[in-house]
C-alpha cells in the first residue's frame, strides 16, 4: 500500500511539472511568442531520460527527469568513492546504484557515444526535484552538484574544473562521484555532460500547482485558473501517449472559453526556403483548418481588439503571396501591427509598388503599422504551402477574401450615402440602379476587382504602380464615393441597362476616385493632388467617353482653362482627340444640383457638356484667346 502510495505521489509530481511546462508553452504559443513546439513522455531515445520529452525547437529537445525525492538518495555507509560491500551475503560486491546515479551514469554514456560524433539533435538534461538537500551520497548533496552545473559558463575547461575541484571539496567530491559512480571518464567528459545539463528545485505539488495557476492568469480568466489547470490534466490524461505529445493550439481548443477577451491574436506566414508555413490564432474554429483567408482578411481588417500579423520572411517582388500579404499589411489599422524580418526593407517595395500613395491622401501611409519582427519561431500546428502553384493559390484566397471586405465596406458606404440624401427624386433613381449594379456585383468576385482597381489606378500612372494593392479596408471610402457619383451620371444619362462600365451603348465611363496619385508614368515620382499641372496627362491616357473624378472640386471647364494657360505642352493635350466627351467633377454646381433632389436639371446639367463636346475644345481655346 505504502508503495502504491508513492507511485501515487510520483506520478501526481510528474503531473504537475507537465502541467506547469506545458502552461509555458501554451502561454507563448496564445502571445504569439516562441514556443514549445510539444511535450510528451516516453518518447525519447536515452534510458532513464524520458519522464517529460520537451521539443524545444526544430532539431532540439529537453530531457526531464523527475525526481520526487524526500528522502535520501544514498544508502547508509554510500560514500562518494564508490566501495563493495564489506559484509553479508554481497560482501565483496560493488554497492548498488541509486536512480540517481543511473540517471546520471545513462548519460554519461551519451556523452561518451557523441564524443567523436556529432549529435544532429541539439538536447538539454533537466532533473526536477523539489528541494537542494537531499544527499547523493555521505557529505554530497543535490545543492553541491548544482553549483557545479552553475559554475560552467561558455569559456570553462575541463583544467579549469580541475583547478577549482582542488580549492573546493564539495567539487572535488562531485568528480569523485561522477567518476566512481556514474562511469565518467574524466573531466572533459564531466564538462560536456555539466554544460547541458541544469538541476532544478521545483517545489513540492502544491508550490509547482500555485506558480501553474499565476502563469495562467496572463491569458485566462482570473478566477477561472484552477479550472484551466485541471482541464490540463485531463486533457494530458486523454491525449498523451508513447507516440503522441501535447502541442498548444489542440488544447487551446479545449479552452478557448476561459480565454480573456484581451488577448491579442495573431498569424504568421513563414517562409523556408520556397516553403512557407500559415500558422496562428485568428482560426479558432477547427482543428482541421488553421488560418483560412476568409477567417484572418475580416479579423485583420477590424479594429476591435489587439492583432498582429507576422510576415517572417525575406523581400520577394517576384512571389504573388508577398504581393497579397503586403495588400493585407497595408490596410490593417488601429491596434493592429504586422512584424516583418527587415521591416524596412518591406516598407520601402510597399512604397514602390504603390507609387507612396493610397490615393487617399498625400501621407496616409506615414501610419503604416508595420514594424520589426524580432521573434521568428516554429510551431508544430501550421499550414505548409509547399509548391509555386500552392503560392499562388494562397495568394488567389487573400486576394479574393480582401475583395469581398473590401466590396462589403463599399457597400455599407454607398447604403450610409443613400440614407443621407433625403427622399428626393434622385436618390430613389439611385436607389434603384443601386439594387441592379449590387445584384450583378455581388455574384461576380472579378466584377468588384476590377471596377475597384479602375477607380484606384488611373491609366497615366502606367504599370509598374499597382492599383490592385491599393484595394483594402483603407480605400473603401474613395471606391464608394467614386461608384456612388458614377451612379448618380449613370442615371441621369443611361437607362435601365446601364452599368458601371457603359451608361449607354455608345457611351463607356470611367471612375477615378483617388485624392491624389504618383504621378504620370516617365516622370519623377511624387504624391501629388489629383488637380496638378499633371492632370490633364492623367485625363488624355483615359479612353471612356464619359470620365468621373470625384474627389476633385473644380469644374470642368476649370480644369481645362487653367491647364490650357499653364504650358503649350498641354495645348497639343488639349486638342488630342482622346479627351472624354463628357468629364464629371464632384463641383459646386453638381452638388447643388444633387442637394435639390430633381433628377431633370442635373440631367440637364451633364447632358448640355454632351451635347458641346464636339466643339467643347474650341471654345476653350477661344476663351483662352480672347
Not at 475583395?403 to 443621407?420: I, P, Q, S
Amino acid at each position: 500500500m505504502l508503495k502504491k502510495l508513492r507511485l501515487d505521489q510520483t506520478k501526481k509530481y510528474e503531473q504537475s511539472i507537465a502541467v506547469y511546462e506545458i502552461a509555458k508553452m501554451l502561454i507563448a504559443f496564445v502571445r504569439g511568442r516562441t514556443h514549445y513546439i510539444s511535450i510528451g513522455a516516453e518518447q525519447g531515445d536515452i534510458q532513464k531520460w524520458d519522464d517529460l520529452i520537451i521539443q524545444d525547437a526544430e532539431n532540439s529537445l529537453i530531457h526531464i527527469q523527475v525526481k520526487r525525492q524526500t528522502t535520501d538518495f544514498c544508502r547508509s555507509n554510500d560514500k562518494c568513492t564508490r566501495d563493495p560491500y564489506t559484509q553479508g551475503e554481497r560482501k565483496g560486491t560493488l554497492r548498488d546504484l541509486s536512480p540517481f546515479d543511473e540517471s546520471i551514469k545513462s548519460l554519461a554514456h551519451w556523452v561518451k557515444k557523441f564524443e567523436s560524433v556529432s549529435d544532429t539533435i541539439k538536447r538539454e538534461f533537466w532533473i526536477e526535484l523539489p528541494e537542494n538537500s537531499t544527499k547523493i551520497k555521505e557529505g554530497l548533496e543535490v545543492r553541491h552538484l548544482r553549483y557545479l552545473c552553475n559554475q560552467v559558463k561558455d569559456v570553462t575547461t575541463a583544467k579549469g574544473l580541475n583547478q577549482l575541484a582542488s580549492q573546493e571539496p564539495s567539487v572535488r567530491d562531485c568528480y569523485e562521484w561522477l567518476r566512481s559512480w556514474c562511469d565518467f571518464k574524466d573531466w572533459d567528459q564531466v564538462l560536456k555532460a555539466l554544460r547541458i545539463l541544469t538541476i532544478k528545485s521545483s517545489g513540492l505539488e502544491g508550490d509547482i500547482e500555485a506558480r501553474t495557476e499565476e502563469l495562467l492568469r496572463d491569458i485566462f480568466t482570473n478566477d477561472k485558473v484552477k479550472d484551466v489547470r485541471l482541464q490540463i490534466i485531463s486533457y494530458v490524461d486523454e491525449n498523451t501517449t508513447y507516440t503522441g505529445a501535447i502541442k498548444p493550439r489542440s488544447l487551446l481548443f479545449n479552452l478557448i472559453s476561459f480565454l480573456l477577451p484581451t488577448v491579442a491574436r495573431w498569424t504568421q506566414f513563414r517562409r523556408l526556403d520556397s516553403t512557407w508555413q500559415i500558422s496562428g490564432t485568428h482560426d479558432l474554429e477547427s482543428h482541421d483548418q488553421i488560418e483560412r483567408a476568409s477567417i484572418i482578411v475580416p479579423l485583420l481588417w477590424s479594429n476591435d481588439n489587439v492583432k498582429n500579423l507576422k510576415i517572417t520572411a525575406q523581400v520577394n517582388e517576384n512571389c504573388k503571396l508577398s504581393d497579397s500579404l503586403i495588400q493585407l499589411a497595408l490596410h490593417q489599422y488601429g491596434q493592429v501591427n504586422t512584424h516583418c524580418t527587415d521591416a524596412a526593407a518591406w516598407k520601402n517595395l510597399i512604397k514602390l509598388k504603390i507609387g507612396n500613395t493610397l490615393g487617399v491622401s498625400k501621407a496616409d501611409l506615414e501610419a503604416l503599422n508595420i514594424i520589426e519582427d524580432t521573434e521568428a519561431f516554429s510551431t508544430s500546428d501550421f499550414r505548409p504551402v509547399d509548391s509555386r502553384q500552392d503560392h499562388e493559390f494562397v495568394a488567389a484566397e487573400l486576394k479574393d477574401e480582401m475583395t469581398a471586405k473590401t466590396w462589403k465596406l463599399v457597400v455599407d458606404n454607398v447604403e450610409r450615402g443613400l440614407d443621407e440624401m433625403g427622399s428626393t427624386e434622385i436618390r430613389n433613381a439611385v436607389e434603384l440602379q443601386w439594387h441592379l449594379w449590387k445584384t450583378k456585383l455581388d455574384n461576380s468576385r472579378i466584377e468588384q476587382f476590377n471596377l475597384f482597381k479602375k477607380i484606384l489606378h488611373p491609366y497615366a500612372e502606367g504599370e509598374d504602380i499597382s492599383g490592385e494593392l491599393r484595394i483594402g479596408a483603407k480605400t473603401a471610402n474613395l471606391i464608394a464615393d467614386g461608384l456612388f457619383l458614377l451612379l448618380i451620371v449613370s442615371v441621369c444619362l443611361g437607362n435601365e441597362k446601364s452599368c458601371w462600365q457603359k451608361i449607354q451603348d455608345n457611351l463607356s465611363v470611367n471612375t477615378i476616385g483617388l485624392s491624389c496619385w504618383s504621378g504620370p508614368s516617365g516622370k519623377k515620382r511624387k504624391v501629388r493632388p489629383m488637380h496638378d499641372e499633371c492632370i490633364l496627362d492623367l485625363i488624355g491616357k483615359e479612353s471612356s467617353d464619359v470620365l468621373i473624378l470625384s474627389k476633385i472640386e473644380s469644374s470642368p471647364n476649370d480644369i481645362y482653362e487653367e491647364d490650357l494657360m499653364s504650358s503649350n505642352v498641354q495645348t497639343k493635350t488639349l486638342a488630342s482627340p482622346s479627351l472624354p466627351k463628357l468629364l464629371v467633377t464632384n463641383n459646386m454646381k453638381l452638388k447643388m444640383l444633387i442637394k435639390r433632389g430633381e433628377l431633370q436639371p442635373l440631367r440637364s446639367y451633364l447632358n448640355s457638356f454632351l451635347e458641346q463636346s464636339d466643339n467643347s475644345v474650341e471654345e476653350a481655346i477661344n476663351k483662352v484667346v480672347i
